[in-house]
C-alpha cells in the first residue's frame, strides 16, 4: 500500500510552537503544546517538545500502522494528539497486526521514565495508555487492547482479525461510510461482539478508507476528544460521546451512523 518508511537508528524532528485549542469544544484544532518527533528503530515518538520542563505526566498513545504504512503516513494525526498532551509511540512496522512493536513502546516509555538521563524521566503517565491505529493498525489495537496496561482503545477501520472478546476497556470504533477495504459492516461487527464493554460505533460520513491519511480531516476532532475523555477526564470531552444528547448523536453532518451499547451512559 506504501513504500516503507526507512528508519535511522534515531533522529530528533523539533517543529514550530503550535497554537492553543479554542476554548470551545473544537477539538479538531491544535492543542497548546508545540510539538517533537523522535524516530527510533522500533517506534517513532510524538511528544510535546518541552516534556521536559512541563510540571506533570503526559497520559500515551501506542499506534498502530495499516498494512504497509509507516508513521509518516499519519504524521499530521499523530501530531494533532501530541499537540493536546499526550505522547503518542507510534510502531514503526508495516505488519502491525500483532501488536508487539506497540507492547514494546510502552515497554520503552517506561524505561526512560525510569531514566534519570532522558527528557521523559518523572514525565510519562503510565497509568493513562490508549491503543489505536488504522486497518490492519486498528486490529492491532484491538489485539493491544487485552494487555492490561490499556485503559481504552479506538481502532479506525480495523479488519481484519483481532479478537474483542479480549478486550475489558471502553472502545470506539470507527467506520467510513464509503470504505470499500473495510467495509463498515466488518467494523459493525466488532461493536457487536463489544456487548461486554462500552462500546461506541462512528461512521464518518463521506469517508473512504484513505480519509485519515495525510490530513486526518473529519478524524481529527473526535479522536481528540476521545483520547481528552479517556486518559485525561476532560469533561467537555465526556459529553462529545456520553448523554442523551451526545455530540457525535446529534452531529449528522459528520456522521452517517453512530451507535452506542447499553453500557455507555446514555
Known amino acids: 500500500m506504501f513504500r516503507r518508511l526507512l528508519i535511522p537508528l534515531l533522529l530528533v524532528f523539533v517543529l514550530g510552537t503550535t497554537p492553543a485549542r479554542a476554548a470551545s469544544t ?19 515518538l510524538y511528544y510535546p517538545r518541552d516534556i521536559a520542563q512541563s510540571g506533570r505526566r503526559h497520559p500515551v498513545i501506542v499506534w498502530g500502522n495499516g498494512t504497509g504504512g509507516a508513521p509518516l503516513v499519519y504524521r499530521d494525526l499523530l501530531l494533532q494528539w501530541a499537540s493536546h498532551g499526550f505522547i503518542v509511540s507510534a510502531a514503526n512496522t508495516p505488519m ?16 526512560r521514565d525510569a531514566d534519570p538521563s532522558s527528557i521523559f524521566h518523572g514525565k510519562v503517565d503510565l497509568t493513562r495508555i490508549g491503543a489505536s491505529g488504522h486497518s490492519q493498525g486498528g486490529a492491532a489495537a484491538i489485539v493491544v487492547g487485552a494487555d492490561d496496561r490499556i485503559d481504552s482503545i479506538l481502532p479506525i477501520q480495523p479488519g481484519p482479525l483481532a479478537d474483542i472478546d479480549a478486550v475489558r476497556v471502553p472502545a470506539f470504533l470507527m467506520a ?33 478508507h ?57
Open 176 to 208: 467510513g461510510q464509503y470504505d470499500s477495504i473495510v467495509w463498515p459492516w466488518l467494523v459493525k461487527a466488532f461493536y457487536d461482539d463489544a456487548d461486554h464493554i462500552p462500546a461506541i460505533y462512528g461512521e464518518v460520513r463521506g469517508a473512504d
Open 96 to 111: 502491525s497486526n500483532l501488536g508487539i512493536s506497540m507492547r514494546a513502546g510502552i515497554d520503552a516509555l517506561a524505561r
Open 210 to 266: 484513505f480519509t485519515v491519511v495525510g490530513d486526518p480531516g473529519p478524524f481529527a476532532a473526535p479522536t481528540t476528544a476521545w483520547w481528552r475523555f479517556q486518559l485525561m477526564d476532560d469533561p467537555e470531552a465526556r459529553a462529545v460521546f456520553y448523554g442523551p444528547n451526545c455530540g457525535i448523536c446529534v452531529d449528522r453532518g459528520t456522521w452517517s451512523d453512530v451507535r452506542r451499547n447499553g453500557l455507555v451512559p446514555q
Open 26 to 44: 473544537d477539538w479538531g484544532a491544535p492543542g497548546p503544546y508545540a510539538t517533537a518527533v523522535e524516530i527510533g528503530a522500533v517506534n517513532t
